[in-house]
C-alpha cells in the first residue's frame, strides 16, 4: 500500500495485535449478543492497525514515527 506511511513502531504493531485479538475474544466470550459484537469489531479493528502498521487517529493527532525525510 503505498498511499500511507507507518506510523507505528514494531513493539506497537504487536502490542496492538495482540490486545485486539483478545479484546475480541473477551467480548465474544463474556458480553451479550449485541454487544459482543461490537466489542469484537473493536477489537478486530485494532488488531488491523496492528497488522497494517498506520493508525488513521495517530496521524490526525500527529504522534508517531519521526518522518526518514527529515534526518
Same mark, same amino acid.
Given at each position: 500500500?503505498?498511499?500511507? $506511511? ?7 504493531? %504487536?502490542? $496492538? ?12 466470550? %463474556?458480553?451479550? &449478543? &449485541? %454487544? ?11 488488531? %488491523? ?6 493508525? &488513521? ?7 508517531? $514515527? $519521526? ?5
Amino acid at each position: 500500500m503505498a498511499f500511507y $506511511r507507518k506510523n507505528i513502531g514494531g513493539i506497537q504493531q %504487536l502490542a $496492538r495485535i495482540t490486545l485486539g485479538l483478545a479484546v475480541a475474544g473477551a467480548a465474544l466470550m %463474556l458480553l451479550a &449478543p &449485541p %454487544l459482543s459484537l461490537a466489542g469484537a469489531a473493536a477489537g478486530v479493528m485494532f488488531a %488491523l492497525t496492528g497488522v497494517v502498521g498506520y493508525c &488513521p487517529i495517530c496521524a490526525v493527532a500527529g504522534v508517531g $514515527r $519521526r518522518d526518514e525525510s527529515l534526518r
